[in-house]
Nanobody
């Protein structure tokens, strides 16, 4: 069974950068379509970015396009979300998720527990 563990969150100043990691275990990551989601306090969870199982297709929500990059390291079974030019609106808990069948699913089958990202001066 696939397990996902996020790391790399923290407190960063506006304009700063972070790279989140999502380490997978129990199954090869390239069997899965991967998504990054986030949830800000008092707001609904939203999709941020996704990558297909072949790694040749990516999608970003418009508010992060050009600032965030999803990538993966198959050898280490890890997916990354590199985030640049962060703003307060990027604050939230970031989750990675995986689904064997659907690309950019809004309800992937497997979820990590999340990592907190706080953008504040």
């Amino acid at each position: 069974q696939l397990q996902l563990v996020e790391s790399g969150g923290g407190l960063v100043q506006p304009g700063g950068s972070l790279r989140l990691s999502c380490a997978a275990s129990g199954s090869p990551l390239d069997y899965y379509n991967i998504g990054w989601f986030r949830q800000a306090p008092g707001k609904a969870r939203e999709g941020v970015s996704c990558m297909n199982s072949r790694g040749d297709r990516t999608t970003y929500r418009s508010s992060v396009e050009g600032r965030f990059t999803i990538s993966r390291d198959i050898a280490n079974n890890t997916v990354y979300l590199s985030m640049n030019r962060l703003s307060a609106e990027d604050t939230g808990i970031y989750y990675c998720a995986a689904d064997r069948n659907s690309y950019c699913s809004i309800l992937p089958a497997s979820w990590g527990r999340g990592t907190q990202v706080t953008v504040s001066s």
